[in-house]
T-cell receptor, first 115, second 114 residues
Framework: GAVVSQHPSRVICKSGTSVKIECRSL??????MFWYRQFPKQSLMLMAT?????????EQGVEKDKFLINHASLTLSTLTVTSAHPEDSSFYIC???????????FGPGTRLTVL | ELKVEQNPLFLSMQEGKNYTIYCNYS?????LYWYRQDPGKSLESLFV?????AVKQEGRLMASLDTKARLSTLHITAAVHDLSATYFC??????????????FGTGTRLQVFP
């Protein structure tokens, strides 16, 4: 149980384009989802927290207009990187939690490369 | 601001040896996690520590938590090559139901050699 998937696993795009990453909870209802970013050889940094049906809460320094998060259902959250630039290249990891447990379950991650 | 620091940042150890990774954090918390990350992969959950004095063991890894000292340790016994990975601790900062979040430590990259 508690499986989280992400799609795509890897994406390469040109500078200026937008990229959408999906995060799905496969066997539970995710009332809260989290989006993290990890640069090479660094730790995970929380970008934003989203609760189903509500606007996402962004961490300080994360541009909400650049990283659009939608959590429209209890099994799906999306992160859209708008007008991506090479400095947005990173490993993006989502996690999900249901309403009964505090533990987060992590997705397999999405490697974004912006050329 | 909550800070979570691990040391060492990098650990190169010989197979069969023992070593401890330390995780210090700067505010109160009632829950701490340890994760393993292999290169290019996401996180694998190792331990959840829920109370002061908690100790958990799985194979060659043992984790403990001292909430008064704000310190957790991950002890490696008789290391083997398969343990080579990056290890993260993460502190659960619970404010309210909808605003708790994990703050990750700096990570410890472990390399085990023959």
């Amino acid at each position: 149980g508690a499986v989280v998937s992400q799609h795509p696993s890897r994406v390469i795009c040109k500078s200026g384009t937008s990229v959408k990453i999906e995060c799905r909870s496969l066997d539970f209802q995710a009332t809260t989802m989290f989006w993290y970013r990890q640069f090479p050889k660094q730790s995970l940094m929380l970008m934003a927290t989203s609760n189903e049906g509500s606007k996402a809460t962004y961490e300080q320094g994360v541009e909400k207009d650049k990283f659009l998060i939608n959590h429209a259902s209890l099994t799906l959250s999306t992160l859209t990187v708008t007008s991506a630039h090479p400095e947005d290249s990173s490993f993006y990891i989502c996690s999900a939690r249901d309403g009964t447990r505090r533990e987060q379950f992590f997705g397999p991650g999405t490697r974004l490369t912006v050329l | 601001e909550l800070k979570v620091e691990q040391n060492p940042l990098f650990l190169s150890m010989q197979e069969g040896k023992n070593y401890t990774i330390y995780c210090n954090y700067s505010t109160t918390s009632d829950r701490l996690y340890w994760y393993r990350q292999d290169p290019g992969k996401s996180l694998e959950s190792l331990f959840v520590l829920l109370s002061n004095g908690a100790v958990k063991q799985e194979g060659r890894l043992m984790a403990s938590l001292d909430t008064k000292a704000r310190l957790s340790t991950l002890h490696i016994t008789a290391a083997v090559h398969d343990l080579s990975a990056t290890y993260f601790c993460a502190v659960d900062t619970r404010r309210s139901y909808n605003t708790d979040k994990l703050i990750f430590g700096t990570g410890t990259r472990l390399q085990v050699f023959p």
